[in-house]
């Protein structure tokens, strides 16, 4: 199947649930690789968390063609799930893999590096996601093998191979790609990749929809509203693939990045100036966004966190 860029542009939530089955029960793959865009090409993940049955593919697998080579977009989270996503790239096209960008250092952006690194292709990543995958790797490792099992198999710690600080540009065949860090976001390191010419972004965890977004205990989300404003909005990108959920345009993952994080900081911000405590903040009411995907694994947490982060601010 290939999405059309109407389709991309009105997809929504209503195609997204964590009930659906498998996509592509022939490979390792959640969902076969769409053109979202001439050349521009991405395996769209689960919106559920990582399972056995989805070999831990709930994050976008994304690949350029350029016309002198291949430049993919995360390692996948798996050994068996980059091969799968290089099995589909083969037979799209005989231009090798020359790059390969880990959007940040979480386990379904590095842990298929090493299949990648065994193919001799460079890995790309930003220096704190590098920092935060040589520190927490092991225990990213091990998290995946338990769900992953008999499907971790092959899998090994790969970092990457290059790191930068503000930008990395390639320029690749017909296309000039730029990797940017924006700034303070979902984790460390979260990485942008901005295609200029073809006005679409690979926002990474920068931006999702179609399934809430989680706030870690290192995202810290006045920063990550502040780089939106400051430097991801401004891209004006017409296509935007998020790191979860499917192509789609700036106004839904503004909705439901931007617009979420401002709602639930405003719903906190009422229950502080209340007098409210930690214990009742977790249920502050979150209903206009309780049909995304992960919102029962996330809500609450997600609440407790910023009232944690907002208490001191």
């Known amino acids: 199947m290939r999405w059309t860029l109407a389709a991309c542009l009105i997809a929504t ?6 009930d659906i089955a498998d996509q592509y029960p022939g490979s390792a ?3 076969k690789p769409v053109e979202v865009i001439p050349h521009v090409w991405s395996a769209i993940g689960a919106t559920a968390p990582p399972t056995y049955e989805n070999t831990g593919h709930n994050n976008n697998l994304s690949f350029l063609v350029t016309g002198d080579g291949v430049v993919v977009v995360n390692g996948g989270a798996a050994h068996v799930l980059a091969k799968a996503l290089h099995d589909e790239i083969k037979a799209i096209t005989d231009q090798p893999v020359k790059l390969v960008i880990n959007e940040n250092g979480q386990g379904h952006a590095m842990l298929g590096n090493s299949y990648w690194a065994q193919q001799g292709v460079p890995i790309l990543a930003h220096v704190d ?3 935060e995958f ?4 092991a225990q990213i490792l091990g998290g995946m093998q338990r769900y992953n099992r008999d499907k971790a198999e092959g ?4 970092g990457p191979t290059i790191t930068f600080e503000d930008e990395y540009i390639v320029e690749m065949g017909d296309m000039r790609i730029e990797v940017l860090y924006l700034g303070p976001a979902h984790s460390p390191g979260d990485i942008s990749v901005w295609l200029p010419e073809e006005s679409l972004v690979i926002a990474g965890d920068m931006a999702f929809h179609e399934r809430m977004l989680p706030i870690f205990e290192h995202t810290y989300t006045a920063d990550w509203l502040e780089t939106w404003e400051t430097a991801f909005e401004p891209l004006n990108a017409t296509y935007v693939i998020p790191g979860h959920g499917h192509p789609t345009n700036m106004a839904q993952v503004r909705r439901y990045t931007r617009d ?7 719903r906190i911000g009422e ?3 209340a007098g409210g405590e930690l214990a009742d903040a977790y249920y502050v009411d979150q209903s206009p966004f309780a049909h995304l995907d992960t919102f029962d694994e996330l809500a609450t947490r997600n609440a407790g ?3 944690e982060q907002m208490e001191f601010e």
């Open 134 to 137: 040589e520190e927490y790797g």
């Open 29 to 31: 793959l959640y969902q």
């Open 13 to 18: 939530s209503a195609t997204a649930s964590e």
């Open 305 to 307: 966190r910023v009232f």
């Open 155 to 158: 899998t090994v710690l790969q």
């Open 271 to 273: 229950h502080l100036d």
């Open 260 to 266: 979420y994080l401002i709602w639930l900081r405003a």
């Open 129 to 131: 996601a590098a920092v």
